[in-house]
């Protein structure tokens, strides 16, 4: 009796069996496609999170690539100086000057007949060394001053032949170098890192009485 109960086609036993069977098999798939795309959602955001580290088994950043077409980057720093490029920055109208000034130009050719100066972003990294003379004609050369500024802090100036170009001034505040010999070394330094020099001038810098008598002497 029992078994004909449970074989009869219209049984709610059975039919309750059924449903549980379907039920479990539609938790089970639901179950594996919420793990896949939780672990999709995962990756997706680690990748977000640091896109620099993408494709770096080392978690490394990747060089970054030169901002500066080859054929665009500065090749030459020409420097120019007045006769007498000196000021004095002080009230207290000492007989030494404090600082030193002149102009300078960025080409894209080191052939400075072709290209005229323009202007850059960048950096001007700029050294003063002082002389000394040894007794037996050596020559020592001692940092005295540095400076290290960003182009854009300096005024521009425009010459119909060179160009566009930069005008510095440079105070080596209360360093007594009136009198000395000084070696001047100019560098520009692009967004990229590369730096480029001009050519060392090498100055006496005079102290101001000197410096009116010589003008004095040459009718100025």
Not at 25 to 52: E, F, K, P, T, Y
Not at 137 to 162: M, T
Not at 196 to 211: C, G, H, L, N, S
Request: glycine content about 10%; aromatic content about 8%; overall charge positive.
């Amino acid at each position: 009796m029992l078994q004909r109960l449970n074989s009869h086609p219209g049984n709610p036993s059975r039919r309750l069996c059924g449903g549980l069977r379907k039920g479990c098999a539609l938790a089970i798939c639901v179950g594996i496609a919420l793990c896949v795309s939780a672990g999709c959602a995962s990756s997706r955001s680690g990748d977000g999170a640091d896109a620099s580290q993408v494709g770096s088994p080392h978690g490394k950043k990747k060089p970054r690539r030169p901002s500066i077409r080859a054929k665009d980057r500065i090749r030459s720093v020409r420097c120019l100086y007045d006769q007498s490029p000196w000021f004095s920055a002080d009230s207290k109208g000492d007989r030494d000057y404090e600082g030193i000034q002149y102009r300078v130009f960025l080409t894209k050719s080191s052939d400075r007949r072709f290209l005229k100066g323009i202007t850059r972003e960048g950096t001007f990294h700029v050294e003063l060394y002082k002389i000394t003379r040894g007794a037996g004609g050596s020559v020592e050369r001692e940092l005295a001053s540095d400076w290290h500024y960003p182009a854009s802090v300096f005024a521009i100036i425009e010459s119909k032949i060179l160009g566009r170009g930069y005008h510095l001034k440079l105070r080596w505040a209360s360093k007594s170098l009136s009198g000395h010999e000084i070696d001047m070394v100019t560098e520009y330094e692009d967004v990229d890192g590369r730096r480029v020099r001009a050519a060392t001038k090498r100055f006496r810098i005079p102290r101001i009485e000197d410096a009116k008598t010589v003008s004095h002497q040459d009718g100025l």
